[in-house]
């Protein structure tokens, strides 16, 4: 069995304890004396707090303390962002814990109750008077950096001024003559021109943040419970910005309910909870509202982008040019600055040879929550561009979509293939992936269907997308060159216990994702002992190496090779051993599925479950081997990994009421060989499914105050089962050449593809009517009044 | 996210739910709670005092009496979407029931209080009014009987008395004619945006079929549901399909008036102008459904 469990649809094993309600969240942690915080959230969207009074709340039942931002200012330094994005003129705006003078979103903290229980703490929070002058506000990065918008922040950390609300201007390197390709298609070719609106999201991961904060004065020791989806990280910042050291500083991700990048930042409220406890001297805990979550976790996306495609007549792509306004929010976010960046502009050119592309994208401070990564982080925002723009090129040229990409792809290479923008994509058959699914799908039948016209006032339309992903993140080489304040590098440590069972502490951290069961694959195919032998530790940083987070498809494509690595040392060690205690020479030994037999006689052997126990017995160890049975390895990838796929989406267009239906949806996916398929599936169907509520539904809405409008789910629109078509997961198998196990990641790819898909079919679908563009989500009066513009009335 | 404190009580029967309302001014019946919890973790709602129907027994039932439906006012919705009585002779409140939320609302969630709560873009009163309901209401000055037309003054406002307990719904057989409800749901809340309810009652006549009789209600883009008399007038004597029915189901913007609900989601201009279409796909069904006298 061992040899055939990479590949097997084993069930996770992660599943049990969540759907029984076993599992054990941060907010399930109780600590004797502990007591409760509650953030007071300003609700301005930008404001100067002229007056704050505790006093009433100081003397509510059950308050144990109230602190503002007079408490914490010097005490806690500002939040740090972690991404010095270079040749950018980054300027980072002051981000304290606690607001004291301005507040510039309405999840600005300006104070902080701990009581006795949370309700206490809640009820205290209405007592404490804060006299706010209201300032004008921003939302729309591109109005943020005009001329005369309301400025958020006059002053960079080194004191620098900032202007225009310009928090970077960042150019995409490489590039070809764009100007030269434009000037050739305005010609003797075509320019397509499109705005891309790319909405604020709310990611909605299902637990919403929290943090328990445990201080001993004696020690000075301090652990901090975090739904956080990088302890290490974590525990690195919040010494930044708490002042306590390192080596006395513990950080657990117990069960995280989900992230989808909202708890890869470090966020205030964590290290207000930590001043408090610190403070106080007793556990201090804080669990965020659902309301609380939309006002102050993470959003997404939120690109004005104005982009144009050259081309020859033929449909022959030659250039690329894009301007991109990225709003940022009130302030950077940890990582914030890469993703419209690094992780967006360098995958502009997609599966395509495009010769010739310039992107300038600006990083602007708005009035809104700050952004932050979002599935697919920065690659949505990419393939959308490309795609939309292939689907307008075929269009114009009165061509079949398929065919404009067929026209353009990166022939197939299976060991890199450098683009443009100077990435080294590791292997690829675009062109291969497009004609499985077209075949598959029946694509050009489903073309002859639509030609038939509209049924019922409802109009067909099919959408492709065919996209390359970057993942695996990445060589920490690169990451230092792009200012990444870390490295990417993932590591493991594996422990054969006596019995042949064994441990194995990684630094990602899961959470949700099932690697607990695929990496348990991936030890037992190695060296043939059971998967329920195998049991996987994470989250702790007391009791896991050191590792960068799980985040960026990464987990399995950078801690899965470094626990295949650490497995494999294990089996040479082991086959020492297994020689030794057979009498043979090492050479002449043989391995398979957890036996180590003398070649040619495969009774002479010893199973890994022997070698385990005399490892750790050490009666008897040839000359120089150590006792004990264990390995770590540090694993840091010499490239990305660049998954791949197409998507096809159809829908059904009610041109009497706009509304939109998905009524089929087909993707294929290549992520390299899959260690448990059906968790690929999950992992696309989620995928997906984030993608379409991007395209149909999701949108985070502003007023003109800066007020979010849709601040609940009564009014913020996720997907939900029951408006999905059977997802149709199909498949192709490149493995990445440079990759130990061959695997690339699958976390973020139906994301990444589906939200131009599904947009693009609904235009498909529109055409007859005359509707070329409609901002989303494509709601049904969105969908309608264009229609009704497009028909003149 | 926590309510504000108030006081519990449980109510074993209506007549104690009944003493307990005179006894505790201000405080609120709790039934499936689907409408009210929200409200108080809100803090929109801070009475000082809850008194809990949820387990009063003889508010369940669901029952076939006199040619009619008397509907328990504690029935939940997924009751009222599975209950063979209601799907034959009430198809369009099974439909609507059906339609309310998700499963967990509608295992929870009650028809009294659904219709107590009168929020505009509820599903059921619409219904409630189309199929010529009338509400049994108990309290301090006795029992009364009240038209569903009557029912619903505006946003969330009803002619219910304050110690007043709602305690059966009941509907006059539609046998013989038919009944729908199409929705557009909003994708979030899932409460209506738009909800037509139609009954529809056809002749036998020896060529198409015409309407002899109609009764339309729409919900959701208005304060309280509106019965559509307009539609219903254009209707009579007129086959219900084609052009005669997309003409009937334009009178709906007489029947609308000027003030409109709207949101971020779905504007009141744009709910009016495709109104028509929501109206023409109910009456289209209920026709669809009814027998021919
Ligand atoms: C996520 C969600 C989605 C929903 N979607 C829909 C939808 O699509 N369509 C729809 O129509 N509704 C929807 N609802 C509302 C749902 O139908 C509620 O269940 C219903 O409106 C209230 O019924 P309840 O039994 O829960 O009442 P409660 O919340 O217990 O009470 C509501 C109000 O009615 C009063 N009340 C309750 N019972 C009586 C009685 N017998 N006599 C007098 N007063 C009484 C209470 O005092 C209270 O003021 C949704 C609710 C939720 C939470």
Known sequence: ????????????????????????????????????????????????????ATEQAEAAPGVVAVYTGVDTDGVLQPMPCAWLLPDAELKIAPYPCIAKDVVRYTGDVVAVVVAESAHEAYDALDLIEVDYEPLPAVI?????????????????????????????????????????????????????????????????????????????????ELTLWNTTQ????????????????????????????????????????????????????????????????????????????????????DGRITGLRCTVYAGMGAYLSTAAPGIPTILHGLMLSGCYTIPALKEDVYGVYTNGVPVEAYRGAGRPEATFILERLVDMLANRLGMDPADVRIKNFIPKFDDGHEVVTTLNYDSGDYPGALSKLLEHTGYRALRERQRAGPSNGKYMGLGLTSYVEICGLGPSQVAGAIGFQGGLWESAIVRFHPTGKVHVFIGASPHGQGEETTFAQIVASEIGVDVADVKIFHGDTDSTPMGWGTYGSRTTAVGGAALALAVRKIRDKAKVVAAHLLEASVEDMDYEDGKFFVKGSPDRAKTIQDVALMANVAWTLPEGVEAG??????????????????????????????????????????????????????????????????????????????????????????PRADQLPDLDVISTVTPSPHHPLGVKGVGEAGTIASTAAVYNAVMDALRPLGVTRVDMPLTPERVWRAIQEAQGS | MFAADFDYYRAGSVAEAGQLLAQHPGAKLLAGGH????????????????????????????????????????????????????????????????????????????????????????????????????????????????????????????????????????????????TAYVKFSHPASRYAVIGVAASVALDAGPGESVCTDASVAIGGLVPGPVRCSAVEEALKGRAPSGEALAAAAAAVAQDLGGDLLGDVFASADYRGAVAPVYVERAIAAAAGRATQA
């Open chain 1, 140 to 220: 729309d990065p591109e109005e943020a950096a005009r001329a005369g918008a309301p400025e958020l922040h006059a002053k960079d950390i080194n004191g620098d001024d900032i202007s225009g609300n310009q928090a970077f201007h960042w150019t995409v390197a490489g590039g070809g003559d764009v100007e030269l390709a434009f000037a050739e298609a305005e010609a003797d070719g075509v320019v397509i021109k499109e705005r891309i609106l790319q909405q604020r999201l709310i990611p909605n991961a299902m637990e919403t943040r929290g943090a328990v904060a445990q201080y001993n004065r004696a020690t000075g």
């Open chain 1, 1 to 52: 069995m061992s040899s055939r469990i990479f590949g097997s649809r084993i069930r996770r094993r992660e599943d049990p304890r969540l759907i029984t309600g076993s599992a054990v969240y941060t907010g399930d942690i109780e600590l004797p004396g502990m007591v409760h915080a509650a953030m007071l959230r300003c609700g301005h969207a930008h404001a100067r707090i002229t007056r704050i």
């Open chain 1, 230 to 313: 990088n302890p290490h990280i974590l525990r690195f910042l919040c010494s930044v910005v708490t002042g306590v050291p390192e080596d006395k500083l513990r950080v657990i991700a117990p069960e995280v309910g989900g992230g989808f990048g909202s708890k890869i930042a470090a966020y205030p409220a964590d290290f207000v909870t930590v001043f408090c406890a610190m403070r106080l001297g007793r556990p201090v805990k804080w669990i965020e509202s659902r309301s609380e979550n939309y006002q102050a976790t993470t959003h997404g996306r939120d690109h004005v982008q104005d982009v144009e495609l050259a081309a020859t007549k």
């Open chain 1, 629 to 718: 049975l264990e390995a770590t390895t540090f694993y840091d990838p010499p490239n990305f990994v660049f998954p791949y796929g197409a998507h096809l989406a159809v829908v059904e267009v009610d041109a009497r009421t706009g509304h939109v239906e998905l009524t089929g949806y087909t993707a294929l996916d290549d992520c390299g060989p899959q260690i448990n398929p059906t968790i690929v599936e999950g992992q696309v169907h989620g995928g997906v499914v984030q993608g379409v509520g991007q395209a149909l539904w999701e949108g985070a809405a502003y007023d003109e105050s800066g007020q979010l409008v849709t601040g609940s789910m009564l009014d913020y629109a996720l």
């Open chain 2, 35 to 178: 409408s009210l919890i929200p409200l108080l973790k809100l803090r929109l709602a801070v009475p000082p005092a809850l008194i809990d129907i949820g387990r009063v027994a003889e508010l369940r039932d669901i029952a076939l009496e006199g040619g009619g439906l008397r509907i328990g006012a504690l029935a939940t919705h997924a009751e009222i979407a599975r209950s063979d009585a209601v799907r034959e002779h009430a198809a369009a409140l099974a439909e609507a029931a059906g339609q309310i939320g998700d499963p967990a609302v509608r295992n929870r969630g009650t028809i009294g209080g659904n219709v107590a709560h009168a929020d505009p873009a509820s599903d059921l009163p619409a219904v409630l009014v189309a199929l010529g309901a009338t509400l049994a209401v108990t309290g301090q000055g006795g029992e009364r009987s009240i038209d569903a037309g009557d029912f619903f003054t505006g946003v969330m406002m009803t002619s219910l008395g304050e110690d007043e307990l709602l305690t059966s719904v009941r509907i006059p057989s539609a046998a013989g004619r038919g």
